[in-house]
């Protein structure tokens, strides 16, 4: 059987220059944080050093809107975007990222009673997540996304349904699920107000809706530029996550904070719109956040690489722990090439590959054993234990470092 491969565009409208709040409609937007030409893709896979250097670019402006709290990249083009198979977001493989998950799927069967239920997943991946939920609860699954894999988790089959393609074009099939979920899903997405509209539409109305976003509060307090990808349209607060749903015809049942604060999750239901939490009143927050980040990025910015390049002047082996979009990001904001030599990561479907846009190797944890690093950049702390630990098991006590610990 052929499996047909996604080729369109859901989001046309999405282009640079947007002079609107993509989650309101308001047209005072604030222009505060720029970064140009940066990788469209941090996460795909790169078979050579050439093909990474090479990778598309495009820009990123960064606005907030005073209305509604919610930041985008006005110069997002979802166009340049591709997901397919070699798109590898999976997180899966961290031991600490899976017991979260777990977590969640636990609160969605023991807190919200999903047992025997059919759930919906937009934007499913590979389907890690979704599995888990249906093996807790004894559901079963529609994954939706264009970079599905079906046949990657063997457990899958006869319990989760992928369709390869974006959930715009089958919407139709929304009101079968008892739970509509999707997970680091909405942040890649433009049109926030059009997608949250168009689930909430084609949902039933007794059925649970259950999302997480990364949350831009972090980013903004840390100065976390490492955590800003051109794939990130959309940055959300719990508040203008909140205002977002209840203009759409959510009720908000729980909005809080998950993973170090790293996570927002947002779980609702179809109804009339119920008054915001205390912890989504965070407009006045966020006015003083906005123009701190703009002002201390630039500090954060220098710091890091007089840091790294002086190390390098030293003549020490410095190596970044993580692959991922973090690590992308991280290296293209700062401009280093031969600073840092390679990324190591414990996905071994990223070891081999080469990073978009720097074209810094990807290693696993077992090659450091002979390369002995004189420092690791981790490049989420929440991860510092589990990798201490991995190095120590090797030999390797390197200097370790976690880039946004404080
Ligand atoms: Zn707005």
Same mark, same amino acid.
């Given at each position: 059987?052929?499996?047909?491969?996604?080729?369109?565009?859901?989001?046309?409208? #999405?282009?640079?220059?947007?002079? =609107?709040?993509?989650?309101?409609?308001?047209?005072?937007?604030?222009?505060?944080?720029?970064?140009?030409?940066?990788?469209?893709?941090?996460?795909?896979?790169?078979?050579?050093? &050439?093909?990474?250097?090479?990778?598309?670019?495009?820009?990123?402006?960064?606005?907030?809107?005073?209305?509604?709290?919610?930041?985008?990249?006005?110069?997002?083009?979802?166009?340049?975007?591709?997901?397919?198979?070699?798109?590898?977001?999976?997180?899966?493989?961290?031991?600490?990222?899976?017991?979260?998950?777990?977590?969640?799927?636990?609160?969605?069967?023991?807190?919200?009673? *999903? +047992?025997?239920?059919?759930?919906?997943?937009?934007?499913?991946?590979?389907?890690?997540?979704?599995?888990?939920?249906?093996?807790?609860?004894?559901?079963?699954?529609?994954?939706?996304?264009?970079?599905? /894999?079906?046949?990657?988790?063997?457990?899958?089959?006869?319990?989760?349904?992928?369709?390869?393609?974006?959930?715009?074009?089958?919407?139709? +099939?929304?009101?079968?699920?008892?739970?509509?979920?999707?997970?680091?899903?909405? &942040?890649?997405?433009?049109?926030?107000?059009?997608?949250?509209?168009?689930? +909430?539409?084609?949902?039933?109305?007794?059925?649970?809706?259950?999302?997480? *976003?990364?949350?831009?509060?972090?980013?903004?307090?840390?100065?976390?530029?490492?955590?800003?990808?051109?794939? =990130?349209?959309?940055?959300?607060? !719990?508040?203008?996550?909140?205002?977002? =749903?209840?203009?759409?015809?959510?009720? @908000?049942?729980?909005?809080?904070?998950?993973?170090?604060? !790293?996570?927002?999750?947002?779980? #609702?239901?179809?109804?009339?719109?119920? #008054?915001?939490?205390?912890?989504?009143?965070?407009?006045?927050?966020?006015?003083?956040? /906005?123009?701190?980040?703009?002002?201390?990025?630039?500090?954060?910015?220098?710091?890091?690489?007089?840091?790294?390049?002086?190390? =390098?002047?030293?003549?020490?082996?410095? @190596?970044?722990?993580?692959?991922?979009?973090?690590?992308?990001?991280?290296?293209?904001?700062?401009?280093?090439?031969?600073?840092?030599?390679? #990324? @190591?990561?414990?996905?071994?479907?990223? !070891?081999?590959?080469?990073?978009?846009?720097?074209?810094?190797? *990807?290693?696993?944890?077992?090659?450091? &054993?002979?390369?002995?690093?004189?420092?690791?950049?981790?490049?989420?702390?929440?991860?510092?234990?589990?990798?201490?630990?991995?190095?120590?098991?090797?030999?390797?006590?390197?200097?370790?470092?976690?880039?946004?610990?404080?």
């Amino acid at each position: 059987m052929s499996i047909p491969q996604p080729q369109t565009n859901p989001y046309p409208q #999405a282009k640079p220059g947007a002079k =609107h709040c993509r989650a309101c409609g308001h047209t005072e937007l604030e222009p505060f944080y720029r970064a140009p030409n940066i990788p469209i893709h941090c996460i795909r896979l790169i078979a050579t050093r &050439e093909e990474a250097l090479a990778v598309p670019r495009g820009d990123l402006e960064l606005a907030y809107c005073p209305s509604c709290g919610f930041i985008q990249n006005t110069e997002f083009d979802f166009a340049l975007l591709s997901y397919d198979e070699n798109y590898e977001e999976t997180q899966g493989f961290s031991p600490t990222f899976g017991k979260f998950a777990k977590e969640l799927a636990r609160k969605l069967v023991e807190g919200y009673g *999903v +047992r025997g239920q059919k759930l919906l997943e937009i934007g499913c991946g590979k389907g890690e997540f979704l599995l888990e939920v249906c093996k807790q609860g004894g559901n079963t699954g529609l994954g939706m996304d264009p970079a599905a /894999v079906p046949g990657r988790l063997p457990e899958a089959q006869g319990v989760i349904e992928y369709v390869i393609d974006w959930y715009e074009n089958h919407t139709g +099939r929304t009101p079968e699920a008892d739970v509509v979920m999707h997970r680091h899903t909405l &942040e890649h997405i433009p049109e926030v107000a059009q997608f949250v509209r168009t689930v +909430r539409t084609h949902m039933r109305s007794d059925a649970l809706y259950f999302m997480e *976003v990364p949350d831009v509060r972090r980013i903004l307090e840390e100065c976390a530029f490492w955590d800003i990808f051109y794939e =990130h349209a959309s940055y959300f607060t !719990q508040g203008s996550l909140g205002r977002l =749903h209840r203009r759409a015809g959510f009720r @908000v049942l729980e909005n809080v904070r998950a993973y170090n604060d !790293q996570y927002i999750l947002l779980y #609702a239901r179809p109804g009339g719109p119920n #008054a915001l939490l205390p912890e989504e009143d965070d407009l006045e927050l966020l006015n003083t956040l /906005v123009p701190q980040f703009k002002q201390a990025v630039v500090q954060e910015i220098a710091r890091w690489q007089g840091l790294i390049r002086g190390w =390098h002047a030293e003549g020490k082996k410095v @190596v970044i722990w993580g692959a991922g979009s973090k690590g992308v990001s991280f290296l293209t904001t700062l401009g280093l090439q031969d600073e840092i030599e390679y #990324a @190591v990561d414990i996905n071994p479907y990223k !070891q081999g590959f080469y990073m978009p846009a720097t074209g810094h190797k *990807v290693v696993g944890p077992d090659f450091l &054993e002979a390369y002995r690093p004189d420092v690791v950049l981790v490049m989420n702390p929440i991860y510092l234990p589990e990798i201490g630990k991995m190095l120590a098991e090797r030999g390797l006590h390197p200097e370790m470092l976690g880039v946004g610990a404080r």
